[in-house]
């Protein structure tokens, strides 16, 4: 078995002519990589501090120009306040657009044997909101819950809609 | 309902559109589920008056077996109903619907709103009748 120890103790003896050659070439080398490496400054703490401000620098200006940008893209959430209009009717105020519902999208499914267009097997990437073709900024209440309303009948141009939201309980 | 689809929805001046507000616990939700899985079979409707109708007459209790008996009464395939139901695939989509609905501040079941007036609870067809006709005068039909 190999012994370490012996291994290590072998350092104190003196090394062959060619082994001490490469020693030296070695050592030369490293001091001319010291020395070119502290005239680049890749190791002067001034150069370094500078490199620091720089990129805080940046990180600031970044921030400063492009998050507003960043923010008015990609809305995070859309939150629906109802308020009374001035008919006295209740009106759905969003921080963010939501996209004009498409009607067109019931009048593909099969009607059922009483005539309704029941939406219900609809698969979810048929949903209304993304078939949205312009935005509204301000939609109603009903548009709202109209957009992404499965269950349906009637004349899609019929002049009066009835939501209703119940419980079969 | 049915006079209301009789004067309004078969005549072409309602549209008429049911969205899910289950909130009054785990039975509600299965209900809901079911109509889905009624929906699946193109008979939403007629399972939606079926539940509501006896619901008023029998109260009975909407558990799976209930909901399967109705199923049959309408003539669903009652093997894919039941396994529709037991999936749970709507549950999720059922429970984001409420919660849609509630965040506008609805609290009570049922409601409706016609062109955007609400109306609270179970009312006589002919609170109805006034709002919808206000509504076609309004539109000009």
Redesign the interface.
Known sequence: MHNVSESSSSGAQPLPENESEELDNLASTSQLSASTAQKSGGTNPLNIGFALVATFALGLALGFWGRPKIIADVPLQVV?T?VPNEN?????QTTAPITESSDTASESR?A???G?N????APANETNLAQGTETQPTP???E???A?????????????????????? | MSR??EE???T??????????????P??SR??E???C???Q?????F?DL??SD?ATNRSS?DQTQLTSLAEQIGLDSEAFQTCLSSGKYSLQIAR?SQA?Q????RG??????????ISGAQPFEV?EQI?EE??TA???
Do not use: C
Not at chain 1, 88 to 92: E, L, N, P, T
Not at chain 2, 42 to 46: D, Q, S
């Open positions: 629906v109802v006295g009717q209740a009106v759905a099969p059922n044997s009483a309704n029941d939406q219900g097997a109603t209440i009903m709202f819950l109209l992404d309303a499965r269950h349906i009948q009637g004349d899609d141009a019929a002049p009066v809609t009835i939501i209703e939201f119940s419980d079969f309980k | 209301i689809r309004y929805i078969d072409g001046k309602v549209r008429f559109v049911y969205k899910h507000f289950a909130i009054l616990g039975e509600s209900s809901a079911a109509s889905e009624a929906a699946e193109y008979e939403f409707w007629n939606h539940v509501f619901q909407l619907e609905i965040s506008l501040g609805v079941t049922p409601g409706f709103l016609v062109n955007g007036v609400f109805f919808i509504q076609l539109a000009g039909d």
